[in-house]
């Protein structure tokens, strides 16, 4: 069945960056219909939406965060990426990669997550 | 943005009996071209990345027990643990889907009384 891992450093210094990979098993990240999102929890915290990529390139980011994100895919690697500029103690989190359904309504295409990688800590110190 | 707001923040319900948590979003989540709701609840257990649970506001994912429930349209929706049973402690979350940002409520903690 589908997998997805997160890997990437766990400690990243305040206004570093942040770069992390999903990479995608048991399945095809090329696949029509889907896309490719990244969430971040804060420890105790809830979930945040980052962004999402279509295997095409296509990008949606949480305006949030917009100016910090880029996410972007290679798919003969079968990964996609995140990477969050000028990281603050605000980014630390437990960072998601998952598939995502796309279903459109009038103002968007997006859809649930499922499956979901495990995660991946973050923490930001010096 | 579309705001996802869970009641209550906890509950704490016996063994066998209904656990009832609600989901109410900003703006309504149902798209009259299709007239579905577009709304999905995750289970979250300590350590363990959100579940899945169901979809379109009431569909149940596969392999999801039968007690679990959606329901709801617009924009006041509720999952209702039928039965409660020890493996469903855990933190509960709606999300909307309907549009960007994406957006997920506070969460839900499930304990047992």
């Known amino acids: 069945q589908l997998q997805l891992q997160e890997s990437g450093p766990g400690l990243v210094k305040p206004s570093e960056t942040l770069s992390l990979t999903c990479t995608v098993s048991?399945?095809?990240?090329?696949?029509?219909?889907?896309?490719w999102g990244w969430v971040r929890q804060p420890p105790g915290k809830g979930l945040e939406w980052i962004g999402s990529?279509?295997?095409?390139?296509?990008?949606y980011y949480n305006s949030s965060l917009k100016s910090r994100v880029t996410i972007s895919v290679h798919t003969s690697k079968n990964q996609f990426y995140l990477k969050l500029n000028s990281v603050t103690a605000a980014d630390a989190a437990v960072y998601y990669c998952?598939?995502?359904?796309?279903?459109?309504?009038?103002?968007?295409?997006?859809?649930?997550?499922?499956?979901w990688g495990q995660g991946i800590l973050v923490t930001v110190s010096s | 943005d579309i705001v996802m707001t869970q009641s209550p923040d906890s509950l704490a319900v016996s063994l066998g009996e209904r656990a009832t948590i609600n989901c109410k979003s900003s703006?309504?989540?149902?798209?009259?071209?299709?007239?579905?709701?577009?709304l999905a609840w995750y289970q979250q257990k300590p350590g363990q990345p959100p579940k899945l649970l169901i979809s379109?506001?009431?569909i149940r994912e596969s392999g999801v027990p039968a007690r679990f429930s959606g329901s709801g349209s617009g924009t006041d929706f509720t999952l209702t643990i039928g039965s409660l049973q020890a493996e469903d402690v855990a933190v509960y979350y709606c999300?909307?889907?309907?549009?960007?940002?994406?957006?997920f409520g506070g969460g839900t903690k499930v304990e047992i009384k």
């Open positions: 990529i279509f295997y095409s390139g296509t990008t």
């Open positions: 703006q309504s989540l149902l798209y009259s071209s299709n007239n579905k709701n577009y």
């Open positions: 999300q909307q889907y309907y549009g960007t940002p994406l957006t």
């Open positions: 998952a598939r995502q359904s796309e279903y459109c309504t009038d103002i968007s295409c997006q859809g649930w997550f499922d499956p």
């Open positions: 379109w506001a009431s």
């Open positions: 048991g399945g095809s990240i090329s696949s029509s219909n889907y896309l």
